[in-house]
């Protein structure tokens, strides 16, 4: 077991349950949750799913004292409950910057272009939360957090697979579907560059649709299948996601149905694929807590997500608040049944070991 997680899993865990019931209020319950509720992708993409990344990473280096990076990240959460946004944001772009130096340790000791991609995932974090820290506006910021998580999802699918066989014209097409997508960031959004980054989104879907191992994955049984079924839906996600961006989204239901297309969509279907490989690998735990009741929880994700965006875009508030609160109760429930799956398989392991 790696106690030192221990420093670190309180802020991912409250970060995830505070963001939740943020969103949840956004969306018009009456939920008792003060000014941290303006924070949810804050909340979300960085506290939680940011802090979680650099913990991910800084047990492959073996370094202690890189473990203040994921706790200066999560110490985030503190000040954005303290009310101190310039603070909170300065915790993340710290946290990111500290990410971009486990990705360049990383680069100098593997030489691995996987890397060179999830570095751009870490610098689009920063960006974002430099930005943030300068002139706080969210949709100015959301195409770069879009980034961290799109570009280091991919660089891990990259890394996963890398025992594949890797073609020249694999290569190129890889470098010019990432380069559209980054193109986009770096015109004004909601001018052109939202259309460039959604026909790269869209391209980069159906790179991954085409050859990441997922397409085998899911013709097998068990975690396998769950793994790969979950990965695919993502991959569809993101396409939803990118056909949503290059519409037009004055509506305010439109633009929330293209970020929950990413965020919720996308993300969480990655994160749901991963999660009972990559937490037992933070705790240090040699076990797969893989059972099917995690189906469940995968199946809900996805159909509560489709109805809450159908009705969104029929601009029913109504069935959108309550598959909304759905989408939070999934989330929740998913990670419940991890930890026990969790703790199951470990006291298993103990008593064989007794």
Request: aromatic share 16%; net charge positive.
């Amino acid at each position: 077991m790696n106690r030192k997680i221990f420093l670190v899993l309180p802020f991912v865990l409250i970060s995830l349950i505070t963001g939740i019931l943020a969103g949840l209020f956004r969306m018009g319950w009456s939920i008792p949750i003060g000014e941290v509720a303006g924070e949810h992708g804050a909340l979300m993409v960085g506290s939680f799913l940011g802090t979680l990344i650099c913990l991910e990473r800084i047990v492959v280096l073996k370094k202690k004292w890189l473990y203040v990076i994921p706790v200066i990240s999560g110490l985030s959460l503190v000040f954005f409950f303290l009310g101190i946004r310039q603070l909170a944001f300065a915790s993340l772009t710290a946290g990111s910057l500290g990410l971009i130096y486990i990705y360049i340790d990383l680069v100098n000791r593997f030489r691995e272009y996987y890397f060179y991609i999830m570095m751009f995932g870490a610098i689009s974090w920063a960006v974002g939360n430099i930005i943030m820290m300068i002139s706080p506006f969210y949709p100015g910021v959301v195409p770069w957090w879009m980034a961290f998580i799109l570009l280091t999802v991919f660089g891990e699918r990259l890394e996963l697979s890398k025992f594949l066989p890797q073609s020249r014209n694999k290569r190129i097409t890889m470098i010019i579907v990432i380069s559209v997508f980054m193109a986009g960031l770096v015109i004004p959004y909601h001018s052109t560059g939202k259309y460039i980054s959604g026909i790269g989104m869209i391209c980069m879907s159906a790179w991954l649709l085409q050859y990441d191992i997922a397409r085998k994955s899911v013709k097998s049984k068990g975690m396998h299948r769950y793994t790969g079924s979950l990965l695919l839906a993502g991959y569809v996600w993101m396409i939803a996601c990118g056909l949503l961006m290059i519409t037009d989204f004055e509506s305010l239901f439109n633009y929330d149905a293209m970020l929950h297309a990413f965020f919720l969509g996308f993300t969480f279907s990655m994160i749901f694929a991963h999660a009972p490989i990559i937490f037992p690998g933070v705790a240090g735990l040699s076990i797969k807590p893989f059972h099917n009741s995690l189906f469940i929880w995968a199946v809900l994700l996805q159909a509560t997500l489709v109805l809450r965006i159908v009705y969104g875009l029929m601009m029913d508030s109504y069935f959108r608040k309550i598959f909304g609160m759905t989408n939070g109760i999934v989330i929740l429930l998913f990670f419940i049944n991890l930890v026990i799956l969790i703790l199951t398989r470990q006291k298993k392991t103990f008593d064989i070991k007794r």
